[in-house]
Nanobody
Framework: QVQLVESGGGLVQAGGSLRLSCAAS????????MGWFRQAPGKEREFIGGISYSGGRTSYADSVKGRFTISRDNAKNAVYLEMNSLKPEDTAVYYC????????????????????WGQGTQVTVSS
């Protein structure tokens, strides 16, 4: 069982940066691949990127590739989403999630593969 809590959201101007954090409880955090998703009003939840349980593999959606970076610190039970060059279209509620499958060798991009979700944190990018 993994409990997840996101933080770091807020209001930022276009071109700015934010760093989201996701704190996980549970002794087996290092066994889980982690993903970041976002959902804008009236839109479906969207995969942004993910990182494998070891941190050795990452995957990003084309819409954020080159601007967003995911990292994890298994010693701190945390995963991070560094967001640069933010655009108004990045405005959404951002969620972190833990994979249903432990020790999965790469990154799942489908939300259905994730079994544990945080409550989300709002990111608003003004133009």
């Amino acid at each position: 069982q993994v409990q997840l809590v996101e933080s770091g959201g807020g209001l930022v101007q276009a071109g700015g940066s934010l760093r989201l954090s996701c704190a996980a409880s549970g002794r087996t955090f290092s066994s889980y691949g982690m993903g970041w998703f976002r959902q804008a009003p009236g839109k479906e939840r969207e995969f942004i990127g993910g990182i494998s349980y070891s941190g050795g593999r990452t995957s990003y959606a084309d819409s954020v590739k080159g601007r967003f970076t995911i990292s994890r610190d298994n010693a701190k039970n945390a995963v991070y989403l560094e967001m640069n060059s933010l655009k108004p279209e990045d405005t959404a509620v951002y969620y972190c999630a833990a994979d249903r499958t432990i020790y999965y060798y790469t990154v799942h991009i489908n939300a259905q593969a994730y079994g544990y979700w945080g409550q989300g944190t709002q990111v608003t990018v003004s133009s």
